[in-house]
């Protein structure tokens, strides 16, 4: 079934929840798609992680500038075989606001075809991500040249801290692969403002003694 097309974020916006959109058929590198899709600056790539990835550390290699995402990637991120599982932790720097993600996945039917996704968490394994309602979800396209968007209902990702993407599904093969993961978004701060309280020191009567006349001694007259 064919999508419609976007041609900006306000036509991208009254797209159904959990539908794609081609919004990348024309010349990305002379649009705005590279600054809007860099939130993969805003990663803390080191502590990204994922569950059942066939080698550890896959899943820092498919968070990439926008314009690097259909050269080939080295050590793609890879479901163990006969389970297309992926659980994806990913955490930011600071707070997005996250508009939009784009996935490109493997050839030859490795590409996941189902998106969940969950935010600010720290906790999650697969079972307890089952048990939990995602925040939104998609049915996934396969794609190897990143033309798909796949819009957020923004509403619900704001001050996102953390994202949880939860891979499941292929498109015939037993296990899934991934290439490219884009983050499309604003990025506000980079570290979570503390409030600051000023305590202003209850006066007490003792700390406040006038001196009595006739008590002129104890301050040396």
């Known amino acids: 079934e064919p999508f419609p097309y976007a041609t900006s974020d306000t036509e991208t916006h009254r797209m159904a929840p959990g539908q794609a959109c081609c919004a990348h ?69 600071g707070a ?19 998106l969940k996704v969950y935010i600010n968490r720290d906790d999650l394994d697969f079972s307890l991500a089952e048990s939990l309602p995602a925040v939104q979800e998609w049915d996934l396209q396969s794609q190897q040249q990143g033309l798909l968007d796949y819009p957020t209902m923004q509403s619900k990702f704001n001050g996102v801290h953390s994202l949880d993407m939860l891979f499941t599904g292929s498109f015939g093969a037993n296990f899934s692969e ?36 006739g008590h002129g001694s104890h301050y040396g007259i």
Not at 96 to 114: E, F, M, N, R
Not at 194 to 204: I, K, L, P, S, T
């Open 25 to 93: 058929d024309h010349d990305c590198e002379a649009s705005e798609c590279g600054p809007a899709y860099s939130l993969y600056k805003h990663i803390d790539l080191p502590r990204v992680r994922c569950l059942n990835e066939q080698d550890p550390t896959s899943a820092q290699n498919v968070f990439k500038p926008w314009d690097k995402r259909l050269e080939p990637t080295e050590n793609p991120l890879r479901s163990n075989e006969d389970d297309t599982e992926l659980l994806v932790h990913v955490p930011f720097d």
């Open 178 to 213: 991934i290439h490219f993961i884009g983050l499309k978004g604003d990025f506000s701060d980079r570290k979570r403002q503390a409030v600051e309280a000023v305590y202003e020191a209850r006066a007490m009567p003792e700390d406040h003694k006038v001196p009595e006349e």
């Open 96 to 114: 997005v606001k996250l508009k939009a993600i784009c996935v490109i996945g493997g050839p030859d039917g490795t590409s996941p075809s189902k």
